[in-house]
């Protein structure tokens, strides 16, 4: 699914009120953004800091799951809208990022992967502590 940015509160709306009449997806949701005491995390991977060989390649060319076990699960576009859970296809582009989810054990095993010289500028990480929940 494509979301420009006016319609996200939208969505996000959207979102908790189906989360509410399933419990499992709740419980999972909660599970993920406050319970769960690990090392899940999110990055921003754009195509401005990407070494040039990665640069225009898609979901499908970078091999991420499959190599690093992390997920691709968002697509920043050029505009600023965005692509959920986006499909094999979708490529890497001029202004664009992708949203990887994995923990700290994948996420370090895709630095190497990528080979990236000035990886911390890479990456904009987001932690989620369950001490900053509280």
């Known amino acids: 699914m494509t979301y420009d940015t006016a319609s996200t509160k939208t969505h996000i709306l959207f979102c908790a009120r189906s989360l509410v009449t399933k419990p499992g997806a709740t419980e999972f949701f909660s599970f993920i953004t406050r ?16 070494p040039e060989s990665y640069q225009g390649k898609s979901i499908a060319d970078l091999h991420i799951r499959k190599e690093i076990g992390a997920n691709i699960i968002g697509f920043k576009q050029p505009n600023g809208g965005y692509v959920v859970n986006p499909g094999p296809e979708i490529k890497l582009v001029e202004k664009s990022s992708f949203i990887v989810l994995g923990n700290k054990e994948q996420l370090e095993k895709l ?19 369950h001490a900053q929940r509280s």
């Open 35 to 50: 319970e769960y005491e690990s090392d899940i995390e999110f990055e921003e991977l754009s195509y401005a800091e990407m």
């Open 111 to 129: 630095r190497r992967y990528l080979k990236t010289l000035d990886w911390p500028t890479a990456f904009q990480t987001i932690q989620i502590h």
